[in-house]
């Protein structure tokens, strides 16, 4: 089985800056894409950021220059730093990572609970 956590959430004023962490553990071949994704009440959930292997990174228009995605290979672990937060930013943050469990294997998609993100003054 493959787990994934998130943390870092909380509550910080308009302007401010969060870092998020999540932390991929469990039965690991290889990891693919790691992913932030979002959810505000009565919407949908939409997509954030990602890093895919090699080190690329796609970004929503929405946060494109004051989110920034990482990741640590090492660690199976992937990082959102998020700068110049605004109330519209408010919602339940999700990682998903794209995990193989062995050799041969096609990835899967696994999802954490989430981590709420509140930003107001």
């Known amino acids: 089985q493959v787990q994934v956590a998130e943390s870092g959430g909380g509550l910080v004023q308009p302007g401010g800056s969060l870092r998020l962490s999540c932390v991929v553990s469990?039965?690991?071949?290889?990891?693919?894409?790691m992913s932030w994704h979002r959810q505000s009440p009565g919407k949908k959930r939409e997509f954030i950021a990602n890093?895919?292997?090699?080190?690329?990174?796609n970004y929503a228009d929405s946060v494109k220059g004051r989110f920034t995605i990482t990741r640590d290979y090492a660690t199976n672990r992937v990082f959102l730093q998020m700068d110049s937060l605004k109330p519209e930013d408010t919602a339940v943050y999700f990682c998903?990572?794209?995990?193989?469990?062995?050799?041969?294997?096609?990835?899967?998609?696994?999802w954490g609970q989430g981590t709420q993100v509140s930003v107001s003054s």
């Open positions: 998903s990572a794209d995990v193989a469990e062995e050799r041969g294997l096609g990835p899967i998609d696994y």
């Open positions: 469990g039965r690991i071949f290889n990891i693919w894409a």
């Open positions: 890093v895919v292997t090699g080190g690329n990174t």
